[in-house]
Structures are given as C-alpha cells and as structure tokens.
C-alpha cells in the first residue's frame, strides 16, 4: 500500500503539474484582453524574446542548414539525384528542422531568462507589490510575455530557415559545385507555399505558445528562493523540449 | 524615454526581418516563384498521354525554364490531354513547328514539357497549337515492350524505346 | 484618492473577527479579533513566523484565509470581487520587507509606475508628483539611477515613496526595519512618524524591533501562538504581566515561546528510557 502510494506520487505530482499549468493558460489567455492596454510592453518583450534572440538564431541556421547540404548532397549523388539537394533542404526545414530547432533554441535562449527573470520578481516580491498597486501580473508581466513568444517564434523561425536556405545553397552551389538554377528550380518546382511553409508556421505559432506558457508558468509558480529559480530554469528547458517534440508529432499526423 | 524609443524601434526592425524572411521563402522558394510571371502567351499542345505531368510543371527548352504548364484538360471527344503551355514573353522567337514532348527529369524525378525547336522562320504567336507532340514515356510500358517484343518498333508511332539500361 | 465618504470616522478602519487560517497544515491564526481605528500609527508585533506578514497579506485581499470576516474601510475583503479589490487596494500604500522595486525601471519610473497604470495624468503632472514624493523621503536626486545602484535603505525610501504616491489613507510598512544600519533605520522612522503627522495617514507598521517601534507607534498589537496576545499602548504593554509580554519585551529566550522545536521527549529519543519501548 504504501509503496504502491510512494510508486505513484511522482505521476500524480507530475498530473497535477500539467492540470495547474492548464488553468494557468485559462488564466492567462483571460488577462489577454486586459493586456491589451500594456502593449508598449508586449512590444518590450518582443525585442527581448525575438531580437535578442536573432544572433544565435541565425547562426545556428546557417550551420544548419550548411550542414544539411553538406548530407544531403552526398547522399542524393549516391542515388544520382544531388539535383534534389535544394528542394530536400528546403522541404526538411519549412516542415520540421526550422520550426523544431527555433523552438528549441528558443527554449534555451528566451525561455530561460523568461523563467529567471519572472521567478526573480516572485522572489523579491516584484509580483505581489503589483498586486498591490493594483495592478494584475498577469496582465501586466504573463501575458505579454506569453504574446510576445507567439509573436517572435515564427518570425524566428522563418529567419532561421531563410539563413539555413543560404547556408545548403553556399554549401551546395559555391562549394559542392551544383548548378545554381538546378538547385532553385527544383525546389521551387517541389515546395508548395500552404502545405510547406504556411504549415511550417503555424507548427512556430503553437511552439511559441507552448515554450512561453512553460517558461512563465515555471517562473510564476517558482519557489521563491535561489534554488527555487535555478531548478525552475532547468525545468523550463526540460519540458519545453519534451512537449516540442511531443506536439511536433501530434501537428505533424493532423496537418498532413 | 529614450531606452523605451529604442525598444520600439528593435522590436520594429525585429518585425520587419521576419516578414522579409517569411515573404522571401514564400515567393522566391516555393512554386509562387513560378507564379510570378512578367508578360506572357499560351500555347495549347495535345498528348495522347501525360503521364505524372502536374500543373506548374516547368516548360523547357534546351534545358531552360521558359515557362510553366497553366492547364491540364481532357478532350472530351478526341480523348486527349489538351494542355496550355505559357510561355514568357521573352522568348517570342519559338519556330511554330516546334515540338511539345513530355519528358522525366532523371530517371525518377518531376515530369516537365520540353519543346523542340524547329526550323521554321514563323515563330509561335499567342494561343497557337503545338502540332507536334510527344507523349510520356511510361517506364512500364518500356519494360513490358522491351521484355515481350525487343526490338519491335513503337506501335503508336512513337520511337522505338530507347535502351533501358538504367541511364 | 482621498479618503472615501461613507463610514463614520470613529469606526475601525480595519476590523477582523473570528480569523483562522491554516497554511501547509500549520495553524497560523486561530480566532484573531482586531479593530485598526482610523488615523495613528499601530504596531503588529510579535516573534518570527507568526504571520504578521500573513496577516497583511489577508488585510489586502491577497491571501483569503480559511475563516473569519476582515473589513477594510467598509469592504468586505474575503467576499470582494477582484474589481473591488483592486480599487481597495489603490488606497493602500504597502511598504515590502525587501522593497520590491521593479528592477528594469528607474527610480522615476518605480514612483511613476503606480500612476502610470491606473491614471492617464499628463506627464507633466506625474513629473511633478513623482519629484515631490521623491523629495520627501531625500531621493530626488536618485531619479535617474537604476534600483540595483541603490543601498538597502535608499531602497526601502524609494519603496516608500512609491506607496505614497497615490497619497494613500492607509500605509502597511512590512518589516520596514530589518537590515537597516542605525543612520538608515532612524531615516525610515523619521519618514513614518513625519506622513503619519503631517498627512494623518493611518499607518500599521508590522515589525520586531522593539526600540524603534515604540518610539512611533500609538497601539501595539502582540502577535502570538495564533491570537492577539496583548494590546495596548507601548508604555502600558511593556509594563503589562502576561507571561507573552513578558517574555517578548524582555527578550527571553524560553517561555509560552518554546526555545524548543516540538520533538519527542529527549530521553525517549536517545534510547536512554529504561523501560523499552
């Protein structure tokens, strides 16, 4: 009995986790609306989420997608298609290598200080002098920061992929020796705008939706002490991932 | 103040970026680039077969995207593919005896329309037929001629089937 | 944002009956009953962990407890939307034990922070209010600096200025003392005595240094084991027989607050009971 009870106290620990989290969102999508009035923040926190973001964003496109050239050349000549390689690139990152790496990264770059940064005002009591002047947190600290994640994700996402598509064409083309016109004809034959790209955003919407709620969901709720905020963090990244790649799948079977 | 101007103004040029990014996938990697098409005519071609021929699909000659398959129908009564061909208006100096032919980029890539030019000094003018065609070549069919008749000829006027010996 | 109409003024601003509230499974209050009157400045007191701060936290609305009734200038706290909180607690000033500046905002901002939110007021105007808050606690020149520049005490006069800003008819100063160097504590009560005489905001002041409370406080509340243990005038307390008092005032370090953490009998536990289990 008892074993069995300590057996499942983590399940139910992590239950109850996902079931604070979800009317953590219920409340967050109601202060939306009272947000509203604090857009210079929303604006704020875009420039904190998605322009401090760029830098490594566009780095990591680019290598990714160099090193997508790089395999995907030396793969497709095996079958005599390197001809392909473009249209591979581009088809690999609209539809889950941008969307998935950004959110990814995402969670390690904004994801992180969002945590920190809320679960330093609950600390200091920045949260609850809020509260005190009348002023609601949520629709004040969350929800712009919520907003400004489902703002900037796709727009990182595509930034990362136009990069990526320059790194597999500098690989390809002015390296590897593929013709220029062969590399953008095929894929422009071959990538569809709906199916591909918009499909590709909409999959940067919800992860950007997903990684924020997690973020300011651990800073929200964190312990207010040093560890506290420490391991929020480290959650932040753990279970952005898990759920990114988990609803990747989910998105995946219902958009095709 | 000035730290909240500043702001605004990342966040602004942020924006920006990534619409620019966003319109720069869609229209110069996806078939919207194919779209995007200054002036043009059309060209009508019929084919007793197409094959996987798709909308869009490129129209080439000599090796070079001139244009873009714009229709696909069926001819009721012939019982033929009538495909509309549109051809930038650049190239406005196709001899009107050239041939339409529907050919497979690699041995199992996209299929494409590619002409042949011809030798005649007229060149093709708006909503003109491409007389001469040729049909897919269906991969099946080569190897069931191949295996049964070897050497055979075409029967449907068509050239004998080349060699397939892989490339 | 002046005092409201309605109430007579001789009723308590704050009245509480019948409180009870239990945290993790601790009991922390057990039938409080405490009337806060209008004007004054009045002293929650008692030892570490009692849950003065818990007991601010119920006043403003942002911890209901499990039982009991908490009217705060005819609001009823426990029952109030959270509309009519907020409009409650616009007329609350509350100073945090760690001051809780915004730490992406200026000095300026901080104090302008609470004006900003609720009123459109002309920047001009709220320069003006913010410059004059500012000037009563010494920080003028401070505006510009980031909370981060600032010492402990420079922090908690920042605090102070932005929960007066609103000019305010009720002040909660949360453990305003602690950690403050002797030059920096004498600041803070200077500032609590002078707006308690020269704005006649009502003041509670929550706290447990003894010395300085008693030298602006008019009432002192002594929190203990869950109730009010004693109440009274400074003067009256520190002379009072309670066994509570006694100890607290005096500073003993064992009495109705045990030095010991409750544990089993301390023979029983080392093995040494002689006869077994």
């Known amino acids: ?256 | 103040m000035a730290q909240r101007q500043s702001f605004q103004i990342g966040t602004g040029l942020f924006i920006v970026l990534g619409f620019a990014a966003l319109t720069y996938l869609a229209t110069q990697t996806t078939s919207i680039a194919n779209y995007r098409q200054g002036p043009s005519y059309t060209l009508k071609a019929r084919f007793t077969n197409i094959g996987q021929l798709k909308l869009r699909a490129p129209v080439k000659l000599a090796g070079v995207r001139v244009g873009t398959v714009s229709a696909i129908e069926l001819e009721p009564d012939k019982l033929d593919a009538l495909v509309t061909l549109t051809i930038d208006r650049r190239f406005d100096k196709i001899p009107d005896d050239s041939a339409a032919a529907v050919f497979t980029s690699g041995l199992l890539g996209d299929q494409y329309v590619a002409l042949q030019p011809g030798g005649s000094t007229e060149p093709f003018k708006d909503g003109d037929e491409v007389v001469l065609t040729q049909s897919s070549m269906q991969l099946e069919e080569l190897i069931g001629k191949y295996l049964v008749g070897q050497g055979d000829g075409g029967k449907n006027g068509e050239k004998p089937a080349p060699k397939p010996d892989g490339k | 944002m002046n005092a409201t109409s309605a109430p007579p003024p001789n009723e308590a601003l704050i009245r509480i009956r019948g409180l009870r509230t239990v945290l993790n499974g601790k009991t922390i209050f057990d039938g409080v009953d405490l009337d806060i009157p209008r004007g004054g400045v009045t002293a929650i007191m008692g030892p570490s962990g009692t849950g003065k701060t818990t007991l601010m936290r119920h006043i403003t609305g942002q911890l209901p407890p499990d039982a009991g009734e908490i009217v705060v200038d005819g609001v009823d706290v426990v029952r109030a939307s959270r509309e009519q909180l907020f409009a409650l607690r616009e007329k609350i000033g509350y100073l945090f034990q760690n001051s809780a500046l915004l730490t992406d905002f200026t000095v300026f901002e901080n104090v302008a922070f609470p004006l900003r939110q609720q009123l459109r007021l002309p920047e001009e105007l709220v320069r003006n209010i913010v410059l004059t808050k500012l000037q009563a606690v010494g920080l003028r020149g401070a505006a510009e600096l980031m909370p981060s520049e600032l010492s402990g005490g420079m922090m908690r006069r920042v605090a102070l200025a932005r929960a007066i800003v609103r000019d305010p008819m009720l002040i909660i100063y949360d453990e305003p003392f602690v950690g403050l160097d002797p030059i920096a504590l004498n600041q803070i009560l200077k500032l609590i005595r002078t707006l308690n005489q020269t704005l006649g905001i009502t003041s509670i002041l929550v706290a447990h240094e003894l010395a300085a409370v008693r030298q602006v406080a008019d009432r002192i509340h002594l929190v203990a084991a869950g109730k009010i243990a004693a109440a009274g005038a400074p003067e009256e307390l520190s002379r009072g027989d309670s066994p509570w008092t006694r100890q607290f005032f005096a500073g003993e370090a064992d009495g109705p607050v045990p030095f010991h953490y409750p544990a089993p009998d301390y023979a029983a536990e080392l093995g040494l009971s002689g006869g077994g289990a």
């Open chain 1, 1 to 256: 009995m008892n074993a069995a009870h300590r057996a499942f106290a983590p399940l139910a620990a992590g239950l109850a986790q996902i079931g604070a989290c979800g009317r953590f969102l219920l409340h967050v999508l109601g202060a939306v609306p009272r947000s509203l009035r604090y857009l210079r923040e929303t604006v704020r926190q875009v420039f904190f989420v998605g322009a401090m973001s760029l830098v490594i964003i566009m780095t990591c496109g680019m290598f990714v997608g160099a090193v997508l050239g790089l395999q995907l050349y030396d793969v497709l000549s095996r079958f005599g298609s390197a001809a392909m390689s473009g249209t591979v690139v581009a088809l690999a990152l609209y539809r889950e290598l941008g969307p998935v790496v950004t959110a990814l990264l995402f969670a390690g770059r904004a994801g992180t200080s969002i945590t920190a940064e809320v679960g330093l005002m609950r600390a200091t009591d920045q949260l609850d002098a809020m509260e005190m002047m009348a002023v609601d947190p949520l629709a004040y600290v969350i929800a712009p920061r919520f907003l400004a994640g489902v703002i900037a994700m796709p727009l990182l996402a595509c930034i990362f992929n136009a990069l990526a598509i320059l790194g597999a064409h500098l690989v390809a083309v002015s390296w590897l020796g593929l013709d220029n016109g062969t590399f953008w004809s095929n894929m422009t034959a071959s990538v569809d705008l709906w199916t591909d790209v918009v499909n590709g955003v909409w999959k940067s919407v919800a992860f950007g939706a997903v990684v924020t709620l997690i973020a300011t969901f651990q800073g929200y709720t964190t312990p207010p002490t040093s560890e506290g905020v420490a391991y929020a963090t480290t959650r932040t990244v753990v279970f952005s991932s898990i759920v990114v790649l988990a609803l990747d799948f989910v998105m995946t079977a219902f958009l095709m």
